[in-house]
């Protein structure tokens, strides 16, 4: 993928540890997540599942080294109850900001099924072809497939597999818990997983996969109606 144009992706935030907020930059980079109310960002279960570690987000700019960039902590984090390491279904987590952004930095969200042949872009500051995590926000444009098989076999309905349009490019280590987007910056899928091995990052015979937004849409919808500080039942 390439880079993106400033503030074209405005709902993507890096996720980085708490110990290097403070700094900027990349350097604390792990796994990309989408604003979705001013105080919840989606992302990825993989990413937060099991972790005890003080986390925040870096947001608001495509360049993690811009001194305008905001900064926010995490001070809860949500998995769904079904969710599988395993397996990997429904691999999506909702974190909870100590203090709202801004509404512009809110990216829309659609709980519509994504079909085959459709453009999306996957966005995230995963891994470039040098094997560093990039400072400025990268975006890869591609096409929905209508199924996808991985050495565990195939996959079910709750995840949306997409290939690059131009056979160079997909998503990688630092992209998960990202965006899929319509090509008009509408949240559809959560970035999971590209391929089975470091090649597949930019191999164009493994597509990479998503999870849907719309097969996850009760459990989203239900930390937006239940924040912490109020009584909950997952």
Known sequence: GGNTSPYYWPGTVSIQSMSNIHYGGSEGHFCTGTIVRPRWVLTAAHCVYGSHQSIGILAGQSNLDSSLVVKRRVIAKRVPWNYSPRVGTHDVAMLYLGKAVSPELVAPISFRYVYPGEDVWAVGWGIDDYGYIPNNLREVDMTVLGSCNF??????????????????????????????????GVLVGVSNFSGSSAKSCWDPSYPSGFARISNNARWIKHQFRNPPGYWYHR
């Open 151 to 184: 050495d565990d076999g195939a996959l079910d309905k709750t995840t949306v597999c997409a290939n690059n349009k131009r056979d160079h490019g997909a998503i990688c280590s630092g992209d998960s818990g990202g965006p899929l987007f319509t090509p008009y």
